[in-house]
């Protein structure tokens, strides 16, 4: 079955430390996109990548750094300089050159929680 | 710019219609509407394209219209099933690759009681 997947699910993680969110698809999409999700406040784009080896910012970028080097994979590492990382963590990814009608697709999700 | 959802929450019972507005300050190329049950992943509805075309997926429809910069997203004879939360993603800028970028609103909030 083809898909996305984001690994793991529940993750904790000490003040101070960095950990990488993982993901995958295997629909041949183009592009891979990271969004922050905290209660009240939609979705928001940290990172996005259109090609391997390229990547651009989203609206909210600073603490956190991103990778392409395989067109599946676009892990995400949050960072000791994030200074509020708890959130929940949605992964997405879209085929490109359809212009307005790009669809992205998500994740089931990883929901950080910093103690 | 984040699109602005209206109303923020809304509680139905079964059966009942709701309709659901998104609202964009930029001129919108596309609206993307998903829905989310709780602590799941967003789920795609369908897509509304420049042109004031509609849409349709079972009891859940949708318009844009492009003068006001506005989608709604239409919910009839609403079911248990329909309860979660709704976004719209709007397209308003290019971003490359013959892509358009999605800006989210804040969702609306929908409980559909027996």
């Known amino acids: 079955d083809g898909g996305i997947t984001q690994s793991p699910k529940y993750l904790f993680r000490k003040e101070g430390q960095n950990v990488t969110l993982s993901c995958e698809q295997n629909l041949n999409h183009d592009a891979m996109y990271w969004y922050r999700q905290d209660p009240g406040q939609g979705l928001r784009l940290i990172y996005y990548s259109q090609i391997v080896n390229d990547f651009q910012k989203g609206d909210i970028a600073e603490g956190y750094s991103v990778s392409r080097e395989k067109k599946e994979s676009f892990p995400l590492t949050v960072t000791s300089a994030q200074k509020n990382p708890t959130a929940f963590y949605l992964c997405?990814?879209?085929?490109?050159?359809?212009?307005?009608?790009?669809?992205?697709?998500f994740g089931p999700g990883t929901r950080l929680t910093v103690l | 710019q984040q699109p602005v959802q209206s109303p923020q929450a809304v509680i139905l019972r079964e059966g009942e219609d709701a309709v659901i507005n998104c609202s964009s300050s930029?001129?919108?190329?596309?609206v993307h509407w998903y829905r989310q049950k709780h602590g799941e992943a967003p789920v795609f509805l369908m897509i509304l394209l420049k042109g004031g075309e509609q849409k349709g997926h079972e009891k859940i429809s949708a318009s844009f219209n492009e003068k006001k910069q506005q989608s709604s997203l239409y919910l009839t004879a609403s079911q248990l099933s329909y309860s979660g939360t709704y976004f719209c993603g709007t397209a308003t800028s290019y971003s490359g690759a013959g892509s358009y970028q999605l800006t989210f609103g804040k969702g609306t909030k929908l409980s559909v009681i027996p």
């Open positions: 997405a990814s879209s085929i490109l050159g359809q212009g307005a009608r790009d669809t992205q697709y």
């Open positions: 930029k001129a919108l190329y596309s």
